[in-house]
């Protein structure tokens, strides 16, 4: 009845694509615009379907990150949903369990712009206590989220340190990596 499946953007069909976005659009409402479905292309995508019809998805998606000049292996979570219908029941969790690991088995640092912190809280992810910059081509610029806060997760024995600055390349649209102060 429930089935998850991990894909890479470039492992979903144009039909899978649609559904996807349509999903993301339905549950976001208009604030999903072009921008936000770019933004989570590219990356790991977590999917959940319920009776064949997709009801929450996740991606995890490649940035750059960097702290005293030093590159992090780094991922930003994106378009994380469950339809209306389904909310509530514990799906987003599942999904947002499931992304969790794999920034823990796989990369240094996951990072991701919520405004939901206890969601993401009860997983192990904790807000960013430190600064946010983003690169620009006018050169390093105190950055924010769109929404929320940055939430972070760092895998035990880390180096990483939730304090200080964090660092991001830069990107169209809004959210943190992506907005300037
Ligand atoms: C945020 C979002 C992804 C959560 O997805 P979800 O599938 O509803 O998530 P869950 O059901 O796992 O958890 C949501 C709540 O339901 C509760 N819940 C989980 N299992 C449950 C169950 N079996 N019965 C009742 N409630 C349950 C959870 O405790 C949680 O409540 P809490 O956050 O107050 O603790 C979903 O609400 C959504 O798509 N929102 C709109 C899009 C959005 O804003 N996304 C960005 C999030 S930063």
Do not use: N
Not at 29 to 52: I, K, M, N, S
Not at 89 to 115: N, P, Q, R
Not at 147 to 160: D, E, H, Q, S, Y
């Amino acid at each position: 009845m429930f089935e998850t499946v991990i894909r890479h953007t470039g492992q979903l069909s144009v039909a899978e694509l649609r559904e996807l976005r349509d999903m993301l659009e339905e549950t976001f409402g208009p604030r999903y615009d072009q921008v936000a479905w770019e933004h989570c292309l590219g990356g790991t995508h977590f999917l959940l379907r319920y009776q064949g019809q997709l009801v929450s998805h996740v991606s995890l998606v490649r940035r750059l990150f960097e702290q005293d000049g030093r590159p992090i292996e780094g991922v930003y979570g994106e378009s994380m949903a469950t339809v209306p219908a389904l909310q509530g029941k514990g799906l987003g969790s599942i999904l947002a369990a499931m992304a969790t690991a794999d920034v823990l088995l796989h990369y240094e640092l996951g990072a991701f712009a919520a405004s939901k912190y206890h969601f993401y809280e009860r997983l192990g992810w904790r807000k960013w206590a430190g600064k946010t910059f983003v690169v620009t081509d006018s050169g390093r610029r105190p950055a924010a989220p769109d929404r929320g806060a940055v939430m972070a997760l760092l895998p035990p024995g880390t180096v990483i340190d939730p304090e200080r600055d964090l660092t991001t390349d830069w990107r169209p649209g809004a959210t943190f990596a992506g907005a300037p102060k």
